[in-house]
């Protein structure tokens, strides 16, 4: 019961959230949140980036980075932490997207997000860096529009995607002065 108090905050936040819902907005969130689905649009940016011999650094920034938060999130942090989604808890509410099997904590399709977008920033690729900033932001408050995180979850996600992104960068970069290296002698 305690937690329900630490909780109560982020309750009164989402519930303000469903106080605003309108078909276009959930046509748009609904969009959004498409894409962070098991990250296959970062996947795919990350692989055609690969495919760019001027991009390539980028892309392999944004598949290490995406490496790194699958394994931090999705095989350490959810199954450590084991936080329940709201919705599992406030069962009244119609969540309008297929309902996550796995915990909350964090949310994986922002900190997904955010690790592509902190790669490719990292990497000073600033305009779609940037670009990828602005939809990482959509896909935390579309994970928050269908009641499936809390805002904690969500904050979370951000913070620990930033720093897999700046992780990822730094790898790429390393591989690049290798390589760099390596053609030089």
């Known amino acids: 019961m305690e937690d329900m108090y630490f909780m109560g905050w982020e309750f009164e936040f989402l519930d303000f959230l469903q106080s605003i819902h309108s078909p276009l907005l959930t046509s748009l969130m609904w969009f959004v949140t498409f894409l962070g689905e098991k990250g296959w649009f970062w996947i795919l940016l990350g692989g055609v980036l690969l495919c760019i011999e001027r991009r390539r650094p980028g892309g392999i920034a944004v598949l290490t980075a995406l490496l790194l938060d699958f394994v931090a999130a999705n095989l350490i942090l959810k199954p450590l932490v ?25 949310s994986g399709h922002t ?30 408050i579309s994970r928050l529009y269908f009641y499936v995180h809390f ?5 979370a996600g951000a913070v620990m995607g930033l720093a897999c992104g700046g992780l990822g960068a730094a790898l790429a970069k390393k591989l690049q002065a290798v390589r760099t290296k390596r053609d030089y002698l």
């Open 82 to 106: 084991a936080r329940p989604r709201p919705c599992w808890i406030n069962e009244s509410i119609e969540v309008l997207v297929k309902i996550p099997e796995d915990y909350s904590f964090p």
């Open 111 to 140: 900190m997904a997000s955010f690790a592509a977008a902190g790669a490719l920033l990292f990497m000073g690729q600033k305009k779609a860096g940037v670009c990828a900033v602005c939809l990482a932001v959509l896909m935390g």
């Open 151 to 155: 805002p904690t979850d969500v904050l």
